[in-house]
Structures are given as C-alpha cells and as structure tokens.
C-alpha cells in the first residue's frame, strides 16, 4: 500500500546520470520457477527473498499480438515482463544504480502491436524539486537490453495519479511516433522511436502541480488523450483526440461533473469500435469519493454512461458507499465484452465488474470469487481470509484468453483463468522497501526482515513467501524498528505504524508475537527505531515521526509494562546495544556529530568522541559481533570510520570513499574477524562490498546488471553462512548474494 508519505518509500539524496543515450548490459532471465537466480560476474549469485508482491501493481499490458507476453509496472520497483515458460515475471529495470533511484518508479509503458520485441519506459519516481529528472528506455527484445534517453522533465511513478495511463503511445499511424504525456510539460511527441523528443502543441494548459495528461489510448487511427486538471465543468474539457498527429481538440459531448472529473483509464473495443472511459473526482490511489464508467462510440460521437454502480450508496455500515473508477480492459475477441475496477471502495471492499453486453448490464466478479493465497500467506492480513483488493486501477484481459483476467492491488496482482478462482500472479515480483534486517544465529529462520509495507515477516525459507505471513498481534502496516537480543536471539522486538499498538515482542525468534503492555504516548504517531541489550532486559525506544520530527527517548526494563524518558539520550540519536556487555548501549547524535555511551542499561548517557560528521539523520552505527565496544560509522560520502574503545575515538578507515550502510557476517574459513558487509563505494561509485580481513580489503560482489536503485538501509550478512548477504532495496525486496 504505496502511500505518497515520504517515510514510507524512502526518499533519497541523488541526480540522473548525464548520458543522453547509452547501452545498457542485458538482464538475466528467471530460468528456475522456485528460486530465480543471476550469477554476478563477482562469482555470486542474487535472488530475491521471496515475499511475493506486497507493493502497488500500477499498470498491466499484455501485449495484443503475442501469447503470453505481459508487462507489469510498479510505482517504486521498476518494470516487470512475463514469462509464460516459467510462470514468473522477469524483473527489467535492476541495472539501475544507485544514482538512478528516481527511476524505479515506472510512470508508463508501451508496446508496439506490430513489432513484438519492442517496449518503451518512462521512468521517473517523483516531480519534487529534489528528484532527478526522468528517462525514457527502449526496447528492441523485450527488455533484455536497453537504450536510454534522459528528459528535461519529472515523472510522478510514485505520487498521486501513478495508477492512471498509459501516458506513453506507440501512434498507430506511424510505428516510428510515439506519445507521451507529461504531469506537469503538456504532451512530448517522439519520431524516432523514442531516442528523442519535443514538445507539442497540446490544448490545455500544464500546472506546476496538477496531473497533466492522465492517459493516452489508441482508437482505430486516432488518438485519445486525457486531462486530469479539468474542474469538471464543460468549460474545461478533459478528453481530447487528433486524428491527423497534428491537430487536438475536446472531444464533443464528453460528460462532465464530479463523476467524471478525472479520466483515470480507457480502452478502445477494435470489434465495436467503442472506446470506454473510467473516471473519478481524484487521480487516485488515495482520496476518490465519486466516479463514473462511459462508452463513446466513435463511429458517431455518441456518449452513453455505463456505470455498474454510482457511488453515492449506502454501505452495510450505515455509512457512504464513496469511490472511483479505476481500470478498465476489453476483450479482443467478443465485442462488447470488458471489464472495470472499482478505487479506494474501503466499507464495501473495491470489485471487478464484468459486461458481456457493452456495458448495459454487469457482474461482479468479486461476489462468487475464491481466493486462494497459500502462496502469498501475508495477504490475509492477520485476518482468517483475504479481503478481494484495494487500489485496483491496473487491470489487464488477455487479447487470447477471454477468462484469463489480473488486477492490481496494493499488495499484489490477482489472476483467474474461470473468472471464479483467483489467486495471486505475482511469482517473481517483488516490491517491498526494506528497511530492516535480521539474520539470527540460531533457530529456523535465516532471515527476519521488516518493510514499509507488511510489517515484520519471518522467512523460514527464501525461496518461498512466509509461511505465518505478516507478524501479528499487533499487524503493523509500515515497520519501523527491528532488533534481536545478541546474547539471547529467541529475544526480538519491533515496532511500526499499526492500529492495534506500536511495538511488540517475541520470545520465540520472531514466530509470534505479544505486543508491550504499555507503550509511550507519542509513539502512536512517531514510534520510531527500537533497540535492546545483550541479554534482552532493557529496551530503548528512539521515537521519531515520519516527516522528521525527533521526541525524548524512551527506556523499558520490564518488557514494555512501564516506560521511562531518559533525558540524556539525544533525541532522535541512532542507537546501537552492545552485543557483548548488557550494561553498554551507544547513541549517535547526527545533529551535533557526537557518539554518546551508556554503562548503567541505558539509564544515562555521556558524551565521548566529539567532531564526527553531522547533519544527516542517515548516517548509521553498527556494533561487530561478539566483540564489545568495536564501532563502526557510515557516515556516506564522508566515509566509513571504526571505533574500538566503545566510542571514545573513531579512526577513519582508508580502504573505503564512502559508507551507508554496513553489517556483518560468518567469518572466512581461518579469519578471526566477522566478514563484512557494505553498500558503499571504494571508488567512485556506489556497490555491494564483502570484506574478509577487517576493511582492509574489499571485493564487490554485485555487478551492473544488480544494482536495484538504492541499497542504503540496511545489509547484514548471515552468521551462519560465510558469504551469504541480505540487502535491503527501495521497492525490490530482499536480495540475498551467496558465492558460487
């Protein structure tokens, strides 16, 4: 559930590259169904740790010309292609460094019906100032390889209006020309097959902050393009045509009103030769209260409404039955045959409606749906079964498959082959934004994670999503902090945005949960990281919100039954507990660049080493395994520093240019010291790091086809398996590297 809140898809500090075009390396392909793996030219091998989905699914295309060819677009994960062989989705977009983050947030994408092998991207993850500008990639086979053109205008793949669209057209006059519409630049036209482009003239006037051209759809030899900046009113049309790629204008007799203020997404009928509209009073996901559903037969210009249900109704509840319209797809091979998605319908629950008959009578297919998620346990939400989706503008009807039907969610794409049995279709996609990370010494997981979007998950095994699904009792909806005991790893505490309370414990290693029985009161709304010590006794709870706003840390020494301030602790310090020492725990203030200790359990704290960087709350503190008072501080392009006196003095470590985050594992076989682990650069440009003989050295272990964006919130190795790695990515999960 991608909400357009900063903290939950992390914002980060970056800049496009320079190239206008370039050639980048092929991605490898997903040859196993269970555990899909790329071998690094550094010798190891990356997976993802499968959760199975859990972001928002933007955008479905199956190509009109090929079976078993689709595209998936996410709003912070980058692009997706379908392999029908292997019944996975193939990720695209994992070239994508570090200074291309802005990029995983796919804005639109298109396909040439003539031309099967190409596919064209318009990247771009935010239209803030401190976003970089966004790209456009093309595709000659499928998106194996790409070429690149960098833009002088912003997407918007993760904000407000990213399930509209497509705003990207290959024109079906001229394979060559390609349209794509803009939020905030009016519309750019391309002649060369999108290795460049300019503006055009366009109707409607861009705002700095509107949504611009919402969508661009094909009909016959025409094209439809919708505007989301409309008021509704026939005064400012929202639907506009060109027949001749010259020339626009509104198109006559299109509806107006709240229902029809935003055009979300349209379909063209080839067989009836009639186009269907979706619209909403809000681009959505987030905040559509009313909404519509119109055919325009294009061979005469007449408008009718086909709204399975206005919104407006009562609910069950005694409350309004508030929502949009959202996707919407037409069956290739039935005239008058489509489906539509309901938005943002909470008290009801959002459906699919289907029509055999052009609209004038409906079924909803979530009423005889069954839901199989045994595969994807996690969408049960900590409930006894899964609700039929929410967010669902992506919907997708196979051009070759009249029951073969996938809709996006929040946390998944759901697919049916009887239009009855649904479950999710999501093999191979990941989307989480991770941001913390556990890898116990003991016990049957290799590997606790916590996310933005599911909360904390226990992975039994990697390869498959787990088996309990997201933690419970409390379900968080966005994990915040997550921390293991080291002298006592059955100890885990964690602690995020929930309804049912902000932190929890296990006493299990993570299995099952029971949240503290009291918690601070600010923590409702700024629960911030959490930290215990060695022996799992004492609790420090570092409260912070999400825009910023740092409060008092808080100290528990029963478990989370009763709750302390402690005055000494620097707000918003980032803390670390001492992994052998249970009286020590340390705290980073970054504001004033001091590391502050504790030697009584967190009762008080004093400053130690003065002078280190500042300014940046990202900078972070790791504590090496098994050793007491053995520091390390990434403190990113000012470098990696290490103390070994429990933070009376850190040295710079020469080895490295930059660190962001850092973490350990199992020794190499005769070294005495933890390999380690760092998203970091030794040169010039960001990587993934492995170091054997304490930062001496370093060895990169991913190479430029597994860069995933940005890599700077966590990593740890596993202590168990020398050489193994987990890394956490901004909207691609988990990757684990292992040697090969």
């Known amino acids: 559930m991608s909400t357009f809140h900063l903290s939950r898809r992390s914002v980060l500090a970056g800049s496009a590259a320079a190239a206008a075009v370039v050639s980048l390396p092929t991605v490898a392909g997903q040859a196993q169904a269970a555990a899909p793996a790329a071998v690094a030219k550094s010798g190891y091998r990356w997976r993802n740790a499968v959760m199975g989905g859990t972001g928002f699914i933007s955008g479905v295309l199956f190509h009109p010309s090929v079976r078993g060819l689709a595209y998936a677009r996410t709003d912070i994960g980058g692009a997706y292609r379908w392999d029908d062989r292997t019944d996975r989705w193939v990720p695209l977009t994992d070239h994508l460094g570090w200074d291309d983050w802005n990029l995983l947030g796919v804005e639109a994408m298109a396909v040439d019906p003539t031309h099967p092998n190409r596919l064209y991207l318009a990247l771009g993850t935010y239209t803030q100032p401190w976003a970089g500008n966004g790209a456009v990639l093309r595709s000659e086979d499928r998106g194996a390889t790409w070429k690149r053109t960098d833009l002088t205008v912003k997407f918007g793949g993760n904000e407000d209006g990213r399930g509209c669209g497509e ?8 394979r060559d020309t390609l349209w794509l519409g803009t939020r905030h630049d009016g519309l750019l036209k391309s002649t060369d097959r999108g290795a460049t482009w300019k503006a055009v003239s366009f ?3 861009p705002s700095a902050t509107g949504q611009g051209i919402t969508l661009l759809v094909a009909a016959g030899r025409s094209v439809y393009a919708g505007w989301g900046d409309s008021d509704g009113t026939a005064d400012t049309p929202n639907l506009y045509r060109t027949s001749d790629g010259k020339t626009w204008e509104p198109v006559p007799g299109q509806p107006t009103g709240a229902a029809a203020k935003v055009p979300i997404r349209a379909a063209y009928d080839r067989l009836a030769r009639e186009l269907y509209v979706t619209y909403a009073n809000a681009p959505g996901p987030n905040g559509q209260s009313d909404g519509s559903v119109h055919q325009l037969r294009t061979t005469d210009g007449k408008w ?3 709204t399975p249900v206005k919104p407006g109704g009562a609910t069950s509840d005694g409350g309004t039955d508030a929502f949009g319209y959202g996707g919407v797809a037409v069956d290739a091979r039935r005239p008058g045959t489509l489906v539509v998605s309901t938005n943002n319908r909470w008290a009801e629950i959002d459906t699919v409606f289907r029509s055999t008959d052009g609209g004038r009578t409906w079924k909803s297919l979530k009423d005889e749906a069954v839901l199989d998620v045994s595969e994807t346990p996690y969408l049960n939400w900590g409930k006894d079964k899964p609700k039929f989706g929410w967010w669902i503008q992506a919907v997708g009807l196979d051009p070759f498959d009249s029951e073969h039907v996938v809709y996006g969610t929040g946390a998944t794409l759901y697919g049916t082959r009887d239009l009855k049995r ?6 191979g996609l990941e989307e989480a934004s991770v941001v913390a990370l556990v890898s116990p010494p003991t016990g049957e997981a290799h590997l606790i994670s916590g996310s933005r979007d599911i909360g904390v998950l226990y992975h039994e095994r990697l390869t498959a999503s787990p088996s309990r699904g997201m933690a419970t009792n409390p379900v968080f909806g966005s994990s915040i902090g997550l921390a293991q005991a ?12 929930g309804d049912q309370g902000n932190g929890a414990w ?8 029971a949240p503290f029985a009291s918690q601070p009161a600010v923590a409702k709304d700024a629960p911030g990281p959490i930290v215990t010590n060695a022996d799992g006794s004492v609790l420090l709870w570092s409260l912070a919100h999400w825009d910023g706003t740092v409060y008092p840390a808080h100290r528990s020494s029963d478990n989370g039954a009763t709750w302390a301030e402690v005055a000494s602790l620097p707000k918003g310090a980032v803390l670390v507990a001492d992994p052998v020492d249970p009286t020590c725990f340390y705290a980073y203030d970054t504001s004033a660049g001091t590391l502050h200790a504790s030697t009584d359990s967190g009762l008080t704290f004093t400053a130690r080493a003065t002078g280190l960087s500042s300014g940046d709350a990202g900078f972070q503190l790791a504590a090496a395994p098994g050793r007491s008072g053995d520091l390390w501080l990434s403190v990113k392009a000012n470098g990696l520093y290490r103390s070994t006196d429990g933070g009376a003095g850190f040295t710079k470590v020469g080895s490295c240019r930059a660190s962001h985050t850092l973490g350990f594992g199992k020794a190499a076989t005769g070294a005495s010291y933890p390999a380690i682990y760092m998203a970091g650069a030794i040169e010039d440009f960001n990587a993934i790091y492995r170091s054997d003989d304490e930062a001496k050295t370093w060895t990169r272990i991913n190479d430029d086809r597994h860069r995933w964006g940005w890599t700077g919130a966590a990593i740890t190795g596993d202590p168990r ?10 909207g691609r999960g988990v990757q684990y590297g292992e040697p090969v």
């Open 304 to 306: 009718t409404e086909v």
């Open 486 to 497: 080291a002298a006592r790893p059955s100890y885990v505490v964690r602690t995020g945005s």
């Open 203 to 205: 109707p409607a006037t």
């Open 506 to 513: 296990s006493n299990d290693g993570g299995k099952t949960w």
């Open 721 to 730: 398996i020398h050489g193994r790695v987990y890394l956490a990515t901004n």
């Open 422 to 427: 649904w479950a999710p279709q999501i093999r």
């Open 167 to 174: 705003r990207l057209l290959v024109d079906p006059r001229n």
